[in-house]
């Protein structure tokens, strides 16, 4: 009982602090664009963004001496550059975005859009996924694999991957794409593979997006 209820305890407070880092960072710097207007939305929605991340990944090790979590480095190998590896990720979410398009019929979408900027597309495509798979399956796995099984703590963090987006949609589709992220993460023992194939992700998702699909 002790376990589960460590467990818990850790998960909402991740979870929380994570929802105030995004709420602290995003009010910050509205309040700073609206007192000027050089600052433009796509350079706001970028160091939004990055001060969130940062937040979430200076509170990593405070999370840890309070469950007394003993994790793992975050892996960091050659392996994660596997051209043959990566490749069967890219045929793999090619595979997941087709069985999941039905879901876009069912699901109402979000009508919220990013706004068109450079500053959005290098946020989406490079500094989100290297922030987000060292938060998820660097910090987030490693830490819930110190307590549970890998099949658990990958479960887990792709669950948790997918609720903070909150969109329905996107919480199904980050659950299942963060399954098989952890899957390359655990595979190539390298943090590499995932932050690669989150970037060729986001860039087809980004891509679809603009293109108003």
Known sequence: MKRQIKLLGFL?????????????????????????????????????????????????????????ISKSEVLIGRRGFNPVLILRGVITLAAISVVLIPLSYIIPNDERTLPDSGWVLLTVVFIAPIFEEYIFRGGLYNMLGAMLQPSQAAVISSLIFGLVHLQPLVVIEGFVVGILLSYFYIKCRSIVAPIILHSLYNIVAYALITLSY
């Open 12 to 68: 909402l407070t991740f979870v929380l602090l994570f929802a105030i880092s995004q709420l602290a960072s995003a009010t910050l710097f509205h309040t700073l664009v609206g007192w000027s207007v050089a600052i433009s939305e796509g350079l706001v929605f970028m160091l939004s963004y990055i001060v969130a991340m940062l937040l979430v990944v200076l509170l990593l090790r405070p999370i840890e001496r309070l469950f007394d």
